[in-house]
């Protein structure tokens, strides 16, 4: 079965510019994540989907970034007025709600963005 | 708040053992997880603790102390793919809260 996909896998911006990551989740997973994640870096929680709904926003950086889910499904991260800190490999992961006492998170291979 | 604390960087050597510490300090507590990732590479599950106590699974095993805030990865006859970073992450109280990762232990092993 298809694991959890990011699109685009790198994204070369210039300062400034606008730039829209997606994100589809393993299929029937309910919740969705997005981390951030700077070279040689933990992951850096930014925002969490339950369903279609965003429980918690609270990892979002600033108001240029912005978050949806639509369809209990794809999810796009949305980040305007690109600066150079932005700069960072974005992490996506899926989890079913509750499975066997377990919920596990399922990572995407990420999309590295370099803002230039 | 949340915080999770474990060492950046460890080192240890091919066929040994090795103890990686987690302490954690948060407003709702519900589970812990260990990750695995490679360099470049999305991390992968290792483990999930929910009740106190050690669970091992082939050369890798987690413990966890609730009361303590405290938990452990413990890497036994290690080999030089064990080589790279492991994450501890905590989920909150109710099983809809979102999952929070520390900042990962680098380790590097030595042949």
């Known amino acids: 079965g298809a694991g959890v996909s990011q699109s685009p896998s790198n994204k070369v911006t210039e300062k400034g510019k606008d730039v829209e990551l997606r994100c589809d989740p393993i299929s029937g997973h309910t919740a969705l994540y997005w981390y951030r994640q700077s070279l040689g870096q933990g992951l850096e929680f930014l925002i969490y989907?339950?369903?279609?709904?965003?429980?918690?926003k609270s990892g979002l950086p600033s108001d240029r970034f912005s978050a949806e889910r639509t369809g209990g499904s794809v999810s796009t991260l949305t980040i305007q007025r690109t600066q150079q800190e932005d700069s960072a490999v974005y992490l996506c992961?899926?989890?079913?709600?509750?499975?066997?006492?377990?919920?596990?998170?399922?990572f995407g291979p990420g999309t590295r963005l370099t803002v230039t | 708040g949340q915080n999770i604390d474990q060492p950046t960087e460890m080192t240890a050597t091919e066929g040994a053992i090795v103890q990686i510490n987690c302490t954690y300090q948060t407003s709702g507590f519900n589970g812990l997880f260990w990750y695995q990732q490679h360099a470049g590479e999305a991390p992968t599950f290792l483990s999930y603790?929910?009740?106190?106590g050690l669970e091992e699974k082939g050369r890798f095993s987690s413990f966890l102390s609730r009361s303590k805030g405290y938990s452990y990865l413990l890497l036994k006859e290690l080999q030089m793919k064990d080589s790279a970073s492991y994450l501890c992450?905590?989920?909150?109280?109710?099983?809809?809260?979102?999952?929070?990762f520390g900042k990962g232990t680098r380790l590097h092993i030595l042949p």
């Open positions: 992450a905590v989920e909150g109280r109710n099983r809809d809260d979102k999952i929070i």
């Open positions: 603790n929910v009740l106190d």
């Open positions: 989907f339950q369903g279609n709904s965003a429980p918690d």
């Open positions: 992961a899926s989890s079913p709600k509750f499975v066997a006492g377990v919920r596990e998170q399922y």
